[in-house]
Nanobody, 130 residues
């Protein structure tokens, strides 16, 4: 189970950090962890991912350059730090996890897994407005 937190209202140009905590049954060093977002009327899109064992992130368009993805092994948490937010970044943000096969994508430098994740969080709203 993945549970997101930290969403809410942020002003244009502001910053916000989302957290995603995994339940205890997750074997934390065996996953690829990722963040997605879905704006109204649009398809869900990949924001980026991170290798749970070595912490190496991969950033995808369209938020590359304004995000940092990190993880805390002890807390079984993954974070999405967003800065210089724009109205276009308003969306529901989802945490995701892929088991072993997905992690291999990151282990071999192939980027974020390109198939549906094994686990999803419930999603959390991020609103960008003045």
């Amino acid at each position: 189970q993945l549970v997101e937190s930290g969403g809410g209202l942020v002003r244009p140009g502001g910053s916000l950090t989302l957290s995603c905590v995994a339940s205890n049954e997750f074997t934390w060093d065996s996953y690829a962890l990722g963040w997605f977002r879905q704006a109204p009327g649009k398809e869900r899109e990949r924001v980026g991912c991170i290798n749970s064992s070595n912490g190496s992130p991969v950033y995808e368009d369209p938020m590359k350059g304004r995000i940092t993805i990190s993880r805390d092994v002890d807390k079984k948490a993954v974070y999405l730090q967003m800065s210089n937010m724009e109205v276009e970044n308003q969306a529901i943000y989802y945490c995701a996890a892929w088991t072993g096969g997905g992690k291999h994508w990151l282990d071999y430098g192939l980027g974020c897994p390109r198939y549906v994740s094994d686990f999803w969080g419930q999603g959390i709203q991020v609103t960008v407005s003045s």
